[in-house]
């Protein structure tokens, strides 16, 4: 009892100056803690600040394509009306561009005026007259694009001052492409090839689509996959697997696996899907099967969290009134459990979209200049494309990597947003 | 929900299944080299332009990783077409030959251009074989013994090279760029030292084909363009990559001079530039009239409008073969005329 006395409370002195010093080192030591975590916070925003600021400065040179409208003579000796597709557009897009210059008759002169369009305005003519043949005869006016070094010239790209010899377009050139331009022949719309054409050698040309359709079919196998086989592995370990040691190796061996480098997926595909069963290289259907693999671990995990939320109560009840257990799974637990589980679909299916490595093994990192019409034809990914195009040796190619970085992120971005607006709709809370 | 995930599973099942017995190939398949890479993607991207077939498949493989997928037999299964940036091996050769691709025709379709390469600046650097091998080898000849490479500097090397530190960017070793520059700089340069000329054959192709590994060289990967960001970073390193690159960033780049010899057109068809190679597709003749296309695209990658002189490939860098040795090389390939084993 005296001991309990003498315990008894002392009275705090805040003015003694020790404690006084203590307390202020505590509450320097919150403060820094604090700044460290802002300090942090703004180290991360500011690099993906320059992230997005370089991706953006570079690539919205790409976002828009210098386009010159040309008046295109048809005449029927270079095209015949039984196969509009033989004629020699060529010739009609070089008499097109020549028509502007009638002072020009050197023959090297004349040869890099035809050199302004693109390559592809022949093609993009030659479509247009196809799908119409009535045109033959008449003059089309059309808009075509411009070829890549007069592209880079419009949009201020190339430096004029540079000595002649230094540059892709000499003083001669850029007085022609200047004639074009006060004529008001020049404009620069918004680059809807960008998404809309194919690959192509020609940056001019080169377009998204073929990585964006390849990407979707890719996604869609790997969806058909794992969505399913996902599932069913979550449920089973959850509501049915008896707990011993081979379900605990199972599920340790589940978690390393959503840590295994994607590339290592990569090479299994090249050896089993490729080497095994014999299916098509650079097909989306391997790329979709390799991406499942790597998205399989993902959505079991998250499946599992998500039924295990689903409280017991739900199921005792359910049992109670005599349900049998896979009634209890798919009338009750699954239904409450979907917004997490889809959440988790999303999330590793947005990682699939950006992984490249499995990819480049498999081939999808070919030059194909066609979209593809489906799952066994032969096509590039997204992320896939971007790598090719970095590694091209054109200017263009330059802003276009970094429009095509651009297009992936909203992508990705968009992915993301649905996985947030899937939750925070349809989640409940016990 | 039971029905659903029944019904999808079933579904993607059978899509492998379908698969597994893949429907007959209509696309042309081609592998290889990264440097013939732009020219077949060129003839690949007119040829679906003007026949209407279906556009091609050209991967960039490495010419190593192309003869090895190219070699794997005859059939649906592999490739039809293989570039290649030097000709194919006696080993590949027979490689090939054990998987039942005995008949290929080589086609020789131009000529490349290595260049060395710096950022636009006040030093016009010329530089010689033998100082080339004196700054990258990884042991070089000094007062008649093979000592480890002692020069950081170029002015070490001669006196009237700048005091620069030595810092060069190369490609990797699977690289084709990187086995041509060995053959033609480094062994060329090596073999102008007696002191190697007096080594045994195994030890003299140690010393001339080793790069060194303390620095001055620095593996850059395949990316070329990466090797043109670093140089225009670092104003005082050298960079060796094809000479397409060059040619597509004349504004910011510079040759280096070598035996006095800059690169350009007429310098790499000529031979007087030193450092050129010879670029290669090969064909196998047991898919053509197979995959369909086949024939067409062989015409097309051999016709004037591509590999002539003013071609759509010269427009690409490479350096067209002379009138004579070109009509030989298009009769060979348009018949299909299969190659003799290499000699070594």
């Not at chain 1, 359709?213 to 794992?226: K, P, Q």
């Not at chain 2, 035996?259 to 350009?264: A, H, K, T, W």
């Not at chain 2, 057109?265 to 898919?287: C, M």
Request: glycine share 8%; net charge negative; aromatic share 8%.
């Amino acid at each position: 009892m005296t001991d309990l006395a003498s315990s008894a409370p002392q009275r705090i002195d805040w003015s003694d100056a020790e404690l006084r010093k203590r307390l202020a080192r505590r509450h320097s030591g919150d403060k820094w803690l604090k700044f460290a975590g802002i300090a942090a916070l703004a180290i991360s925003f500011s690099m993906l600040g320059i992230l997005v600021l370089s991706l953006v400065s570079n690539g919205f040179a790409a976002f828009t394509q210098t386009h010159l409208k040309l008046e295109f003579e048809i005449s029927a000796d270079r095209v015949s009306a039984e196969d509009p597709a033989a004629g020699n557009y060529r010739a009609i897009v070089r008499d097109a561009m020549l028509g502007l210059f009638p002072e020009v008759t050197s023959r090297a002169d004349q040869r890099e005026i035809a050199n302004i369009p693109s390559n592809g305005a022949q093609y993009i003519l030659r479509d247009r007259v196809v799908a119409d043949p009535a045109l033959i005869g008449t003059r089309v006016t059309l808009s075509v694009p411009v070829s890549d070094p007069y592209d880079q010239l419009a949009k201020g790209l190339v430096d004029r001052k540079t000595p002649e010899a230094n540059r892709r377009v000499n003083d001669q050139e850029i007085a022609w492409f200047d004639r074009l331009e006060e004529k008001g022949l020049v404009s620069k719309p918004l680059n809807t090839g960008l998404i809309t054409n194919a690959d192509s050698r020609f940056p001019e040309l080169a377009g998204l689509r073929g990585a964006i359709l390849g990407s979707f079919y890719a996604l869609l196998v790997c969806f058909l996959i794992s969505f399913p086989v996902g599932i069913a592995a979550a449920i089973y370990l959850e509501e049915f697997a008896p707990k011993n040691k081979l379900t605990d190796t199972v599920e340790i061996n589940i978690n390393n696996l959503a840590a295994v480098p994607s590339v290592v997926f990569g090479l299994l595909a090249l050896a089993v899907f490729i080497g095994w069963f014999g299916l098509p290289r650079s097909a989306p259907l391997v790329g979709g099967m390799t991406l499942a693999l790597m998205t399989l671990p993902t959505i079991i995990i998250a499946t599992r969290a998500a039924v295990k939320a689903v409280p017991p109560s739900i199921r005792e009840a359910a049992l109670g009134i005599g349900a049998s257990k896979h009634q209890v799974v798919f009338g009750h637990v699954l239904p409450l459990a979907m917004p997490g589980i889809l959440t988790g679909t999303i999330i590793g299916l947005a990682q699939a979209l950006g992984e490249t490595a499995p990819l480049l093994l498999i081939g999808m990192n070919a030059f194909i200049t066609q979209a593809p019409g489906g799952i066994l034809d032969s096509s590039t990914a997204l992320p896939t494309q971007i790598f090719i195009w970095a590694d091209s040796p054109e200017r263009g190619f330059v802003s276009r990597t970094s429009a095509a970085i651009c297009v992936l992120l909203v992508f990705l971005i968009l992915m993301n947003a649905l996985a947030v607006v899937l939750r925070k709709r349809f989640e409940r809370r016990w | 929900m039971t029905k659903l995930t029944i019904g999808v599973a079933a579904t993607a099942i059978a899509t492998v299944a379908m698969a597994g017995s893949a429907a007959a190939r209509d696309q042309i398949q081609i592998v290889g080299s990264s440097t013939v890479f732009p020219y077949t993607q060129a003839v690949a991207e007119e040829f679906a332009n003007k026949t209407g077939n279906k556009a091609p498949v050209v991967e960039s493989t490495g010419t190593g990783g192309g003869m090895k997928l190219f070699c794997q037999g005859v059939g649906e299964a592999h490739p039809d077409v293989t570039g290649a940036s030097r000709a194919m091996k006696a080993s590949e050769f027979k490689l090939c030959a054990e998987n039942g691709v005995d008949s290929v025709t080589e086609v020789l379709l131009g000529y490349d251009g290595l260049s060395i390469a710096h950022a636009q600046s006040e030093n016009h650097l010329d530089l010689t074989k033998a100082q080339l091998f004196l700054a990258l080898a990884a042991e070089v000849p000094q007062d008649g013994k093979i000592v480890p490479n002692p020069y950081t500097k170029w002015s070490e090397i001669d006196p009237s090279l700048p005091d620069l530190k030595i810092s060069v960017f190369g490609p990797p070793p699977t690289s084709g760029t990187r086995d041509a520059f060995v053959e033609l700089v480094m062994e060329e340069g090596c073999e102008t030292f007696e002191a190697v000329e007096a080594l045994d054959k195994d030890a003299k192709k140690q010393v001339c084909q080793r790069m060194r590994q303390d620095g001055p060289f620095i593996e850059a990967g395949e990316n070329d363009n990466l090797i043109v960001q670093r140089l225009q970073a670092d104003p005082t390193a050298l960079g060796i990559f094809g000479y397409s690159f060059l040619f597509e960033n004349q504004d910011t780049l510079e040759a280096v001079a070598i035996e006095g010899v800059l690169p350009n057109e007429d310098t790499i068809a000529s031979g007087e530039y030193g450092v050129s190679r010879p670029l290669f597709f090969y064909v196998k003749n047991a898919h053509r009239g197979v995959i369909p296309g086949l024939d067409e695209f062989i015409v097309e990658y051999i016709s004037e409008s591509s590999m002539g002189p003013g071609g759509y490939l010269s427009e690409r860098g490479l350096i067209p073969l002379g009138d004579e040795r070109r009509k030989e090389v298009q009769a060979a390939a348009s018949k299909g005329k299969p190659m003799d084993a290499p000699g070594s």
